[in-house]
């Protein structure tokens, strides 16, 4: 059965680790990876979650499953987290399933979305996550994408999105980034929300929300506030939320599926089908990982500890937008890249060509992806010099 199998290529962006791994040289920096790191360059794990891990090792009395849906405490908690005291959990339209992570939200969303229509098509932002279009094809959806990011003059190509959102038909879905665009940095007005979420209603086409990053942009309503403006506008939508990046989470596996119907009769009938789709996928959600952030959020004082070391990590990879611009121009570099200051969370391009992508790895020992596009939270006051004269040198 396996003598005819390829071996198929390496994900480019876990290709890179590898690389980095194997390189002996001690400037070395690795822009490759979306995940958090400190100014050490490690990813730390949160005080608000060791205290919440303490508190799980004393009180935990069993592991039983919790079913398909998971945890219904850390459900209640994103959906306040997400939604804050929004009509559609007073009107109980909104039906929450714990996921292994983002991306197991993501396929759920995607099996769910074929579910309710076969065939189905969904619409994501070019450029975007590199692993959406391969969840959504597993998933079963036929994916198409819409124009988002001005390579040229590095801003949002918002006006072509439009245009292109408008050929969308009724009952097909439209992935939205709700804050922190990966890979691109350029998020959505608050005019531009509206424009999306009016043009929604009048087509008919299902948003769905990837929130991945939420409380690594401006705060955690700020960022927040796409989301909560397509639930006042539409009767359904999905949000596919994670808490690997601000909870700190990455191997815990942690995040939900939302689904929000336009009457709580409808979100029974989505209650009922959504762990069914669970089920025949990976049967019950990974149980720690809830736990943890159920137990900060419902507890004022961790909450309040976990809102301190957000900030502290928002604040620093925004500080590292800054400096990284500062540098470049003490380093002689002409060319404009402000517009990296004017992005949001953890991901930029620096609009430099492959040639010289391959420059930096190979000249330099700086990995980052093809693409140009590079995890600003692998910047630290240590790396940032070297960065930014290996950048110049290449330019």
């Not at 508190?55 to 939604?83: C, H, I, P, Q, W």
């Not at 094809?137 to 999105?161: I, R």
């Not at 995040?255 to 762990?275: F, L, R, T």
Request: charged share 20%; proline share 4%; hydrophobic share 40%.
């Amino acid at each position: 059965m396996f003598s005819e199998l390829q071996p198929r290529p390496a994900d480019p962006i876990l290709g890179l680790s590898v690389k980095f791994a194997a390189d002996s040289n001690p400037n070395k920096i690795d822009l490759g990876a979306g995940i958090y790191k400190d100014e050490h360059g490690k990813t730390p794990v949160l005080a608000c979650v060791k205290a919440a891990e303490q508190f799980r090792v004393d009180n935990e009395e069993s592991k039983a499953y919790l079913g398909s849906a998971g945890s219904a405490a850390f459900n209640t908690a994103m959906n306040t987290l997400m939604l804050g005291d929004h009509k559609v959990i007073a009107e109980n339209r909104i039906r929450t399933l714990s996921t292994p992570g983002g991306t197991g939200a993501l396929r759920i969303a995607g099996e769910f979305i074929k579910t309710c229509k076969p065939g189905a098509t969904i619409w994501v932002s070019n450029p975007t996550w590199a692993n959406h279009q391969g969840v959504f094809t597993a998933a079963g959806l036929q994916v198409k994408s819409y124009p988002y990011y001005d390579y040229e003059n590095k801003c949002l190509d918002f006006d072509a999105m439009i245009e292109a959102l408008k050929q969308v038909p009724a009952d097909e879905a439209v992935l939205l980034h709700a804050c922190c665009h990966n890979p691109s940095g350029m998020d959505l007005s608050r005019e531009q929300w509206q424009q999306v979420a009016e043009l929604a209603k009048e087509i008919g086409f299902l948003p769905v929300i990837d929130m991945a990053y939420q409380g690594f942009g401006e705060g955690l309503e700020e960022d927040a506030y796409g989301l909560r403006l397509m639930a006042d506008t539409l009767d359904e939508l999905i949000i596919c939320s994670s808490c690997s990046k601000n909870f700190g989470l990455y191997r815990e596996r942690i995040g939900a599926v939302s689904v929000i119907g336009k009457s709580a009769e409808q979100a029974d009938i989505i209650g009922s089908i959504v762990p069914a789709v669970v089920r025949v996928n990976y049967s019950m959600p990974p149980a720690h990982g809830a736990a943890i952030v159920e137990t900060v959020l419902n507890s004022d004082e961790l909450t309040q500890q976990w809102y301190g070391e957000l900030q502290e990590m928002r604040d620093r990879i925004n500080g590292m937008r800054q400096l990284l611009v500062n540098k470049l121009a003490e380093n002689g570099v002409t060319q404009d890249f402000s517009f990296i200051t004017r992005q949001n969370g953890m991901f930029s391009f620096l609009g430099i060509n492959p040639e010289q992508v391959q420059r930096l790895q190979d000249e330099h020992s700086i990995y980052i992806v093809g693409s140009s596009r590079i995890s600003v939270a692998g910047i630290s006051p240590d790396n940032v010099d070297y960065l930014a004269k290996s950048i110049a040198s290449v330019l």
